[in-house]
């Protein structure tokens, strides 16, 4: 499933730098509250640099729940807009239900 994950997350932001954003969020949510991460360690990697070479460039509502040192320090240590939980329950239900129906 993470991988299927990664590839849309991919897929997204390089296509909007902006959805950097709320993935950041939510893969953040899913690994620090949940302890459940929806992304594989190399693909957050890569959407941290991404954010850090685009910052200046990404424009997003919740763009200020973020800074660059949280960033650099690869952690995350705001806090989370109500919408992100039920963002990665969202996630996690449409990628199960994507898995069990390819079985």
């Not at 460039?57 to 320090?73: F, G, P, Q, V, Y």
């Amino acid at each position: 499933m993470i991988k299927e994950i990664d590839k849309a997350c991919s897929d997204i932001v390089d296509a909007n730098i902006n959805m950097s954003v709320p993935w950041y969020l939510m893969a953040s949510h899913a690994y620090y509250v949940s302890d459940n991460p929806i992304l594989s360690d190399r693909m957050f990697d890569k959407l941290v640099k991404m954010m850090i070479n685009e910052w200046d460039n990404i424009e997003h509502m919740h763009k200020d729940c973020i800074t660059l040192d949280m960033l650099s320090a690869g952690t995350f240590l705001g806090s989370y807009p109500s919408r992100v939980q039920y963002a990665v329950e969202e996630i996690r239900e449409t990628y199960d239900k994507r898995k069990r129906r390819k079985r």
